[in-house]
């Protein structure tokens, strides 16, 4: 799973954002899709030259991840090699794209659990569900020092 870092969390919730404020969204475009839209976020790249990117390769977001050489200088590559320098897994990218890891689903009330991978409002969701996830695995691993009251410093 994506690394637990504040920065993959904030950049969650920006695509998120951007997304729910109405930004261009296709599934089928490279650059408008779920992933597309991280990968915006991530690069600053438009979704016009993320598609453009892609489409100098075959298949969509799970076969160019397939696909990916890390020591490729094909423009895709790059991209993809930004969104796992960022702290993006593989995994999770594949995921995104189909709406459809179990952890960040069980975070959901049951009937809203088949999220449609196609669907905005569905990519919104399952981008905030996952931001909060990852997010109180920080907050875990912030240890609080236990400051015990004795009985003679309380003011009565």
């Not at 109180?136 to 020092?145: F, G, K, M, R």
Request: with cysteine; hydrophobic share 40%; charged share 20%.
């Amino acid at each position: 799973m994506t690394k637990a870092d504040v920065k993959v969390v904030q950049v969650l919730r920006q695509t998120a954002e951007k997304m729910s404020q109405g930004s261009t969204y296709m599934w089928g475009h490279m650059g408008s899709c779920n992933c597309g839209h991280l990968a915006q976020e991530v690069t600053q790249l438009s979704k016009g030259q993320i598609h453009a990117y892609a489409m100098q390769g075959a298949g969509d977001w799970n076969e160019q991840l397939n696909d990916y050489c890390e020591s490729s200088q094909m423009p895709m590559d790059l991209v993809i090699f930004e969104l796992l320098s960022f702290g993006f897994s593989m995994q999770d990218l594949k995921a995104l794209e189909y709406v459809s890891n179990p952890a960040v689903l069980a975070r959901l009330p049951k009937e809203k659990r088949h999220l449609q991978r196609n669907v905005r409002e569905d990519v919104v969701v399952y981008l905030l569900a996952w931001a909060d996830l990852l997010e109180e695995q920080i907050l875990a691993q912030i240890e609080l020092p236990n400051f015990a009251l004795h009985e003679s410093s309380v003011l009565a």
